[in-house]
């Protein structure tokens, strides 16, 4: 079983999020780049890089279509870049400046047992990236198991309502 094929069943038991994979698209300076394809059309993009060795998966930039948004692409690209990161022996962070839509996304994953915010996403007045925050997926053995989600009181997919 793969970790793609684990984050998936955990955070989508109804399997109603689309498939989403990430296809390299190259480096620049500090950052690999990935393009996020569903059904061979690209749908967002995502940056992830490093600010040392051992961040080598901080999301320092993801995006998702203007039209396609709310219908869980977004967070299979973070499940994908996850499952990535677990390969490799890292896990996936987030940068300290996120979007709104990215604190919301984290706050999701951390409340189904996916990450830990350890520092809160803050913002000053109506700026559109926080200031500071820190979030961190949970180590791979600390991963809920696909059963427990099953059990869930109203036994909702991760993504529904985002």
């Not at 200031?131 to 427990?148: N, T």
Request: aromatic residues 10%; glycine residues 8%.
């Amino acid at each position: 079983m793969t970790r793609e094929y684990l984050l998936r069943t955990i955070a989508d038991p109804n399997r109603r999020l689309p498939e989403v994979r990430l296809e390299y698209a190259g480096r620049s300076v500090d950052q690999d780049m990935y393009i996020a394809l569903s059904s061979d059309r690209q749908i967002g993009t995502m940056k992830l890089g490093s600010v040392n060795s051992r961040d080598a998966f901080v999301v320092q930039g993801s995006g998702v279509d203007e039209r396609l948004k709310g219908h869980g692409y977004g967070l299979a690209m973070y499940l994908g870049a996850a499952a990535l990161a677990y390969e490799l022996g890292y896990r996936l962070k987030s940068d300290s400046m996120v979007s709104r839509d990215a604190a919301r996304l984290w706050g999701r994953l951390e409340r189904h047992g996916f990450a830990r915010i350890w520092t809160p996403f803050q913002w000053r007045g109506s700026e559109q990236y926080s200031h500071r925050g820190h979030a961190l997926f949970v180590p791979a053995e600390e991963l809920p198991l696909p059963d427990s989600v099953r059990r869930m009181e109203d036994n909702a997919d991760i993504w529904q309502n985002m």
